[in-house]
Every structure is written in structure tokens, then in C-alpha cells.
């Protein structure tokens, strides 16, 4: 009887995972396989795979992913670990009000998300430049376009981290530290000797969540430089929604997002296995 109501209250969650995530998922691995042959779809094998490794342009967006994924992750989080360790601190006035602060880039939208950096980055009356003094063409050159793109997801989400960081210290037990203390060890000693073996599980699921985030990488990339200049902020899911929904090759664009997904399952099972042995 327990059985029978144990199913009966898991149905309708396991009903609407089936049809909302399930279905799209066996669907679009089915697509990547399709191709459309004068209106018609047909089976294409594994032409959209192999397709993949002959265009330039997916070779193009997985280097840009890549040189994001080496240099904004870990900046973000250490600059989110640095955080937590201040607003942590007991005789911080304010903290509430400085949590918040950092917290609020990740509920921003993408119009005033966009509205704001292009101001900021504008090339001559851009406030970032006014402040230092240069015409840095922050989004129509290459190099510079990167720059900014890792510097805007580096804002909108070290404080959306650093809350998970905050919450990891916290719950670190005082007698801990207390311990530490009584053994005679220094700051640097307790920080990692206590906190970062405390806070490996945490910063584990902020990597691999930044990881995923990363690959996933869209809304910045469209809104500031939609993929410019020369492809420099060229991603592999921007690229997917190019091929989707502007080029409506909907199998190629499927063969990319299975790509992002395979992507995706290799570094996270890396990197968890990577901490995990340290531990």
C-alpha cells in the first residue's frame, strides 16, 4: 500500500519530467541525425556529426569557449571565495546590504544587463574609458571583446557563487576553528588545514556549475557582441541558435547542442574525479 502511494504522489512529477525533458531530449538526439531534403526531413546518418569537425566556425566557438572556461572560471571564483571570506567576517557592518549588492547582477535582466555594459564600454563616451583616460574599442576589437565579455560574466555572476561560498563557510562548526586555535596554528594554517577541506564539496559544485554555465554561454555573448567581431565571442550554443533558429537547419543544430552536452559530461566527470581523489 506504502508502494502504491509512494507512486501515486511521484507520477505527476514523473509525467511531466517525461513529456517537458525527456521527450525533448530523445527528440533532438533523433534530429542530429535528420537533415531537410527539399522540405522534407530525411534520415541523414552521421553526415551532422561529421560536419561538425569540418566547419571552421565550430572549431572557432569551442576556442573561445575554451579560453573563457581557462580564464573566467577560476577568476570568478576566486574573486567569490574572496567575498565570502569578507562578508563572513563577524564584525562587518552592512553585511546584509553588501550580500544583496553582489547577489543582484545574477537577477538582472538581459535588457538592462545590456543597457548597462554598453554604456560602460561604449568606445569615446563609454564611462569605463572616461575613467581611464583611453578609446579602447571594447567591442569591436577581437581581443578586447573577449576581454569585455569575461569581464561582464565575471560581475554578473561572482556574487551568485559567492553566496554559495558564504553558506559553505558557515556551516564550517566554531569548534573547528577553536581547535586550530588550541593547536597553535596561524591563519594561512587554518585556512588549509580547516576551511578548504571543509569547503572542497562546495567549491566542487561551483565549478562544475560554473563549468556547465560556461558552455552554456548565450545570453551575453548575443546581447553585447552577438558573436562579434571576426567570431571572437563566437559560442558553441550561439552558434546552435544561429543554425536553429536564423538558418533553420534544425539537425545541424541539434548535432551542436548533443556536442555542447557531450562537452559538458566530460569536464564535470573530470573535474569531479579531479577534487574527489584530492579529498
Same mark, same amino acid.
Request: hydrophobic content about 50%.
Given at each position: 500500500? !506504502?508502494? !502504491?502511494?509512494?507512486?501515486?504522489?511521484?507520477?505527476?512529477?514523473?509525467?511531466?519530467?517525461?513529456?517537458?525533458?525527456?521527450?525533448?531530449?530523445?527528440?533532438?538526439l533523433v534530429q542530429?541525425?535528420?537533415?531537410?531534403?527539399?522540405?522534407?526531413?530525411?534520415?541523414? %546518418?552521421?553526415?551532422?556529426?561529421? !560536419?561538425? =569537425?569540418? /566547419? #571552421?566556425?565550430? %572549431? !572557432?566557438? @569551442?576556442?573561445?569557449?575554451?579560453?573563457?572556461?581557462?580564464?573566467?572560471?577560476?577568476?570568478?571564483? +576566486?574573486?567569490?571565495? %574572496?567575498?565570502?571570506?569578507?562578508l563572513n567576517l563577524s564584525w562587518l557592518r552592512f553585511r546584509s546590504g553588501y550580500r544583496v549588492a553582489y547577489f543582484l547582477p545574477a537577477v538582472t535582466t538581459l535588457v538592462a544587463y545590456a543597457v548597462v555594459f554598453r554604456v560602460l564600454l561604449n568606445t569615446d563616451p563609454g564611462l569605463l574609458n572616461q575613467l581611464l583616460g583611453t578609446h579602447i574599442d571594447w567591442l569591436n576589437d577581437p581581443t578586447m571583446a573577449r576581454v569585455a565579455l569575461i569581464g561582464s560574466i565575471t560581475w554578473r555572476w561572482s556574487g551568485y557563487n559567492m553566496v554559495i561560498l558564504l553558506a559553505g563557510l558557515q556551516a564550517i562548526p566554531k569548534e573547528q576553528y577553536e581547535a586550530a586555535a588550541i593547536d597553535g596554528a596561524g591563519s594561512l594554517r587554518t585556512y588549509l588545514s580547516v576551511i578548504v577541506p571543509q569547503l572542497r564539496?562546495?567549491?566542487? =559544485?561551483? @565549478?562544475?556549475?560554473?563549468?556547465?554555465?560556461?558552455?552554456?554561454?548565450? /545570453?551575453?555573448?548575443?546581447? @553585447?557582441?552577438? %558573436?562579434? #567581431?571576426?567570431?571572437?565571442? *563566437?559560442? #558553441? +550554443? *550561439?552558434? @546552435?541558435y544561429e543554425n536553429g533558429f536564423q538558418q533553420l537547419d534544425f539537425g545541424y543544430a541539434a548535432a551542436i547542442a548533443w556536442l555542447v552536452v557531450a562537452l559538458t559530461g566530460l569536464l564535470s566527470l573530470v573535474q569531479f574525479r579531479a577534487l574527489r581523489t584530492k579529498s
Open positions: 500500500m !506504502r508502494g !502504491r502511494a509512494g507512486w501515486f504522489f511521484t507520477a505527476p512529477a514523473a509525467a511531466l519530467f517525461a513529456v517537458f525533458f525527456g521527450y525533448p531530449l530523445v527528440a533532438s542530429s541525425f535528420q537533415t531537410d531534403s527539399d522540405g522534407e526531413t530525411v534520415w541523414a %546518418g552521421l553526415d551532422n556529426y561529421t !560536419r561538425l =569537425f569540418e /566547419d #571552421p566556425l565550430v %572549431g !572557432r566557438s @569551442l576556442v573561445n569557449i575554451a579560453l573563457i572556461l581557462t580564464v573566467q572560471v577560476p577568476l570568478m571564483l +576566486v574573486i567569490a571565495l %574572496g567575498l565570502a571570506q569578507v564539496p562546495v567549491l566542487l =559544485f561551483c @565549478l562544475i556549475t560554473s563549468t556547465i554555465g560556461t558552455l552554456q554561454l548565450f /545570453d551575453e555573448s548575443f546581447v @553585447l557582441t552577438s %558573436g562579434g #567581431p571576426d567570431n571572437a565571442t *563566437l559560442t #558553441p +550554443v *550561439l552558434y @546552435l
